[in-house]
């Protein structure tokens, strides 16, 4: 079975432009999670979903973050404009619906120059 | 609010050498332990969990238990290989609690010489 997918796996960009991170979970999984991993404020929750529906959002930096989740199968997480402090490796991980542990996906490396 | 501490690298082994990871957790409610394995530009992986206390999670030789009385789950394996170096992180989540994202430690950075 697939695990948990992310592209791109890397990305470079310049401030100010939009960044758009994708998800696609393991199929069946009904929640959501994205990560961002950073020296030096290691792994940090910035949202997560249930049956497609944001639960907490209290990670998210700032309003230039958002995610959206308009299927199962699918979640995007957008930087707009981006900066370069949001360079960091952000993750996406599902979970199952009885299960506690979560899967994670390779990651997306996020350079902002 | 919930957190997660475990020592901090980088910890430097010989092969074969006898490995413990400390962790320590405070939470408000009961939550489940989670051990996650990070090796150079790839993502986590699960090695081991437990959801009760009492309980050992064990994977690939390595093992921690759920103690309640002293809020801890520490990392062992008795014979380390070069191959088991990696980042490792212990975690927690409190789904009864509503706190249903993972709370991770700062990771411990594992270097094992041959």
């Known amino acids: 079975d697939a695990g948990v997918i992310q592209s791109p796996r890397h990305e470079v960009t310049e401030m100010g432009q939009e960044v758009t991170l994708r998800c696609k979970p393991i199929s069946g999984h009904n929640s959501l999670f994205w990560y961002r991993q950073t020296m030096m404020r290691g792994l940090e929750l910035l949202i997560y979903f249930n049956n497609n529906v944001p639960i907490d959002d209290s990670g998210m930096p700032e309003d230039r973050f958002s995610a959206k989740m308009p299927n199962a199968s699918f979640s995007t997480l957008k930087i707009q404009p981006s900066e370069p402090r949001d360079s960091a490796v952000y993750f996406c991980?599902?979970?199952?619906?009885?299960?506690?542990?979560?899967?994670f996906g390779p990651g997306t490396r996020l350079t902002v120059t | 609010g919930n957190s997660v501490t475990q020592m901090e690298g980088p910890v430097t082994l010989s092969e074969e050498a006898f490995l413990t990871i400390n962790c320590t957790y405070t939470a408000t409610g009961y939550p489940s332990l989670f051990w996650y394995v990070q090796y150079p530009g790839e993502g986590l992986q699960l090695l081991l969990k437990a959801t009760k206390a009492d309980d050992k999670g064990s994977n690939k030789g390595f093992e921690a238990t759920y103690r309640k009385e002293t809020t801890s789950f520490h990392l062992e394996k008795g014979s380390v290989q070069v191959s088991d170096s990696a980042v490792y992180f212990c975690?927690?989540?409190?789904?009864?609690?509503?706190?249903?994202?993972?709370?991770f430690g700062k990771g411990t950075h594992l270097i094992i010489q041959p």
């Open positions: 975690a927690l989540s409190d789904r009864g609690g509503g706190a249903d994202g993972l709370t």
């Open positions: 991980a599902s979970r199952g619906e009885e299960g506690h542990e979560q899967y």
